[in-house]
């Protein structure tokens, strides 16, 4: 865009060297080119600013995704807290149940022998 604008100014310094004195035509050329050197430049800025956007929407899904994974890890801690929990509820009435079963036996046992 800016060689366009180069080549246009090199074309218009060598008609004027060269005797032209018709710059109408070279004018509105530029005038033209100016005009498309602008809408670039405006659409360049356009597209930084979503550029922009884009970059702070992908920092926002970064820190939410670091945030969820801290929640899942917090998450696991407890599940795995509850699960040592129950085992050793398991074990404790697993015992308890021996007990039983073995006061049980025993007093079987023992009304058998007492008959």
Do not use: I
């Not at 060598?14 to 005038?31: E, F, R, S, W, Y």
């Amino acid at each position: 865009m800016y060689k366009s604008l180069l080549a246009a100014a090199s074309m218009l310094s060598l008609m004027a060297a060269a005797g032209c004195t018709d710059l109408k035509p070279l004018q509105a050329d530029v005038d033209g080119l100016k005009s498309q050197v602008s809408g670039l430049q405006t659409q360049v800025s356009a597209l930084k600013a979503s550029a922009d956007a884009a970059s702070r929407s992908a920092s926002a899904a970064q820190s939410m995704a670091a945030k969820a994974s801290q929640a899942a890890s917090a998450a696991q801690s407890t599940a795995n807290q509850a699960l040592t929990a129950a085992r050793a509820a398991q074990s404790s009435a697993d015992a308890t149940n021996e007990k039983v079963d073995r006061m049980f036996r025993k007093r079987t046992s023992y009304k058998a022998k007492k008959s």
